[in-house]
């Protein structure tokens, strides 16, 4: 079993429209949690970092944990065609050298 | 600030030969970071440098696989004796210290014909 599960999709949502994003992890190590953004062709981009339970919010971003049901959601509010790319979930924690990556969610936000 | 570079962006190798590539971190920071990222795949830790300690080596996936950071700051992920399924993207990222944000570059793409 994967340290972190994401259901890969494709998602296509209509522009304007809430978009969520999912990902489980078996590890209850984990104390950390980012949300990246990869464009085709380029390095994954840092979109938000959470250190505990509950909602942090940036902007039309949204990234929820739960601990307790082991559950990371990102939420994206009003999307935009230009939001169309792979969302990938990551955790960490203190003893680790690494994060432990989803496979990513390949998002399309049409005009 | 400059954000992570690689070098180069795209490689084409012929199997067996060897590769280098190329990573430098953002200024200032401590932890070095390699990753494979294979088509359909999630990222795939390789190696670990932080500071002057040893590095974290437990992800290469064989010995063919090496990397160096020299003075604290570029670092070369050597590949030799590469095989077909060598073919990845192979994607640097840095951090201030071990817990923090990792940053990314844009990654080398690799392919082993």
């Known amino acids: 079993q994967k340290e972190v599960e994401q259901d890969p999709g494709p998602l296509s949502v209509p522009e304007g429209a809430i978009v969520s994003l999912n990902c489980t992890y078996s590890n209850s190590a984990f104390q950390y949690f980012m949300w990246y953004r990869q464009y085709s062709r380029k390095g994954p981009e840092l979109l938000m970092y959470?250190?505990?339970?509950g909602n942090k919010e940036d902007g039309r971003f949204t990234a929820q944990v739960d601990k307790s049901s082991k559950y990371i959601s990102l939420f994206i509010r009003d999307s935009q065609p230009s939001d169309s790319a792979t969302y990938l979930c990551?955790?960490?924690?203190?003893?680790?050298?690494?994060?432990?990556f989803g496979t990513g969610t390949r998002l399309t936000v049409i005009p | 600030g400059a954000g992570v570079s690689q070098s180069p962006s795209n490689k084409v190798t012929e199997k067996g030969k060897d590769v280098e590539l190329r990573c430098d971190p953002i200024?200032?920071?401590?932890?070095l970071y390699w990753y494979r990222q294979s088509l359909g795949q999630g990222l795939e830790f390789l190696i670990y440098f932080q500071g002057n300690s040893a590095p974290d080596k437990s992800g290469l996936p064989s010995d063919r696989f090496s990397a160096e950071r020299t003075g604290g700051s570029v670092s070369t992920l050597t590949i030799q004796r590469t095989q077909q399924e060598d073919s990845a993207v192979y994607l640097c990222a840095s951090s201030l210290e071990r817990t923090s944000e990792q940053y990314f570059g844009p990654g080398t793409r690799l392919t082993v014909t």
């Open positions: 990551a955790g960490g924690f203190t003893g680790a050298n690494n994060l432990f």
């Open positions: 959470t250190y505990s339970s």
């Open positions: 200024s200032g920071h401590t932890a």
